[in-house]
């Protein structure tokens, strides 16, 4: 029988405070649920927390990202253990607590941490054996689910723009990078300070790291920026210090947005169809920012997207 979400979340806490608890004696069992999402469910027992992967997980795959972590831990936070449990059917894994970006404090972004430790990524050697970065199929993922979630105006635009991508932005094709390493799903919520309160900044979150392009790592950033969400001077410490840090997704100088397109434009559809999706279901319209990646998709539509010479094939 399928376990309930609360179930899940009850015995998810137990883990935690049974993991904290051995990892100090003199644990202050603060305790909370960080996330309780259909595709992963956070919760955080003092200086521990334990996350419940999403139903489809392949553990073989989970335990090969899991090790690049383990074996990188200045640019990711570091598994407390390599090897994910068993829970109910879900792959449950343990990691210590680090502080996240404070989302009330705006102009304390940590941009030029994220695009650096992005730039360190991409420059580490990708291990034998590790799947294909799951950016792709997460967008494929969300256009299907646009499909599905009945009529709404916006879906027509959304749609034409996702047929303007290459097969390989749709999930369709492999990808024309297959040896860089990539995290797959890049945003401010994905860094935190370890150890906490004000350690260094690391990347969490390895559901979805990969080999792939590495452009993808810097479409959100450069989707917001060109929907009108992400100030220019705020875009422009990201990419300065990405390439200043040696990172291969765009050239050193010149125009990047012939390698940023494709990507860009592939999270804007992306974020376009989770809004839509979620606007359907709520019975409400869409907001402000909603409506812009929407008009942002309408345009796109009209202009075929740039394509970086390598990734023209």
Do not use: N
């Not at 137990?14 to 993991?19: F, H």
């Not at 990708?126 to 009945?150: I, Q, S, T, Y």
């Not at 969490?204 to 969400?229: F, S, T």
């Amino acid at each position: 029988m399928k376990p309930t979400p609360d179930l899940l979340i009850r015995e998810l806490t137990a883990k935690a405070r049974a993991t904290a608890h051995a990892r100090s004696p003199a644990c202050p069992c603060g305790a909370a649920t960080l996330a309780d999402r259909p595709d992963g469910i956070v919760v955080r027992h003092a200086d521990t927390v334990a996350k419940a992967h999403p139903p489809d997980t392949d553990p073989t795959e989970l335990t090969g990202r899991l090790t690049v972590a383990t074996r990188h831990p200045g640019i990711l936070l570091p598994p407390l253990d390599p090897a994910p449990v068993d829970l109910h059917g879900r792959l449950v894994t343990f990691w210590p607590y680090g502080t996240p970006v404070d989302p009330d404090d705006p102009d304390a972004a940590p941009w030029e941490a994220a695009a650096t430790l992005l730039a360190h990524l991409h420059r580490t050697p990708a291990p034998d054996g590790l799947p294909p970065m799951r950016g792709p199929v997460k967008a494929a993922r969300a256009v299907a689910r646009l499909r599905e979630a009945g009529p709404h105006p916006a879906t027509a635009p959304v749609l034409r723009a996702w047929h303007t991508l290459p097969p390989w932005a749709r999930a369709e094709a492999p990808m024309p990078d297959t040896a860089t390493l990539c995290h797959g799903d890049l945003h401010l919520g994905q860094l935190v300070r370890h150890p906490a309160p004000a350690g260094p900044w690391l990347l969490i979150d390895v559901d979805d790291l990969g080999v792939g392009v590495p452009a993808w790592d810097l479409a959100r950033p450069a989707a917001w920026y060109a929907c009108g969400l992400l100030p220019a001077d705020e875009w422009s410490r990201f990419l300065t210090a990405y390439r200043e840090a040696g990172g291969p997704a765009v050239p050193a100088d010149g125009d990047p947005w012939p390698a940023l397109d494709t990507p860009a434009r592939a999270l804007t559809v992306q974020t376009a169809a989770r809004a839509v999706a979620k606007a359907v279901a709520a019975g409400r319209p869409l907001d402000e920012v909603e409506q812009a990646v929407v008009d942002a998709c309408d345009r796109m539509a009209t202009v075929p997207p740039q394509l970086a010479q390598e990734h023209a094939k």
